[in-house]
């Protein structure tokens, strides 16, 4: 699967569709859901074209990676979340249910999260 760069992720970074922005570096940019699923639900993309988890994790450089994790962390510390929990989560394919084909994290936080799977 090659990338889509008319993504809804890809038009969010070149700032073509409004989003909440929170946060935004050299690697990443993050920004609140428009369908939260808790009471804070922020996703982080990183700037590069990359389709999935799995592409990222094969094909981003070091920098690149070292960069978006650590967008990640200062996200968190920007929410002070930190002390009271959260879920980052990641979707990768369509049995992962991964929707916008450009890797991105979903951070949760603000009530209790329950159990990652619910059982079948």
């Keep these: 699967m090659s990338y889509d760069s008319n993504n809804i992720f890809a038009r969010i970074l070149r700032h073509e569709v409004p989003a909440k922005i929170i946060y ?58 930190h002390d009271d929990g959260f879920r980052v989560l990641t979707n990768n394919g369509v049995n992962g249910g991964q929707e916008v084909p450009h890797f991105h994290l979903h951070i949760f936080a603000g009530r209790p999260l329950g159990r990652m799977i619910q059982s079948p």
Excluded: M, R, W
């Design 24 to 81: 935004e570096d050299d690697y990443a940019l993050a920004f609140h859901d428009i369908n939260p699923q808790a009471p804070l639900h922020v996703l982080v993309i990183p700037k590069g074209n990359y389709i999935s988890f799995y592409d990222f994790s094969q094909n981003a450089s070091f920098e690149e990676t070292k960069g978006f994790y650590g967008a990640v962390k200062n996200v968190i510390d920007q929410l002070e979340i």
